[in-house]
């Protein structure tokens, strides 16, 4: 590769990162398994909270 070469696939990717990317496999596996912790800890908490109302009366 000569400079040339170099210097337009750093543009490249200058302009990928600026138009925001692409996702890989590694990032959809992680924002599902986040998305997953605050589904389960949401009907977790909503149980709890039933539970504790229930118990009250």
Same mark, same amino acid.
């Given at each position: +590769?000569? %400079?040339?070469?170099? !210097? @337009?696939?750093? #543009?490249?990717? !200058? +302009? =990928?990162s600026? %138009? &925001? &990317?692409? +996702?890989? &496999?590694?990032?959809?596996?992680? /924002?599902?398994?986040? &998305? #997953? /912790? /605050? /589904?389960v800890?949401?009907? #977790?908490? %909503?149980? $709890?909270?039933? =539970?504790? $109302?229930? @118990? $009250?009366?």
């Open positions: +590769m000569n %400079r040339h070469d170099l !210097i @337009r696939h750093a #543009a490249d990717k !200058i +302009m =990928e600026n %138009r &925001g &990317g692409k +996702m890989s &496999g590694k990032t959809w596996i992680a /924002v599902a398994a986040i &998305g #997953a /912790v /605050v /589904v800890g949401f009907i #977790a908490y %909503r149980l $709890i909270l039933i =539970e504790l $109302i229930t @118990r $009250i009366h």
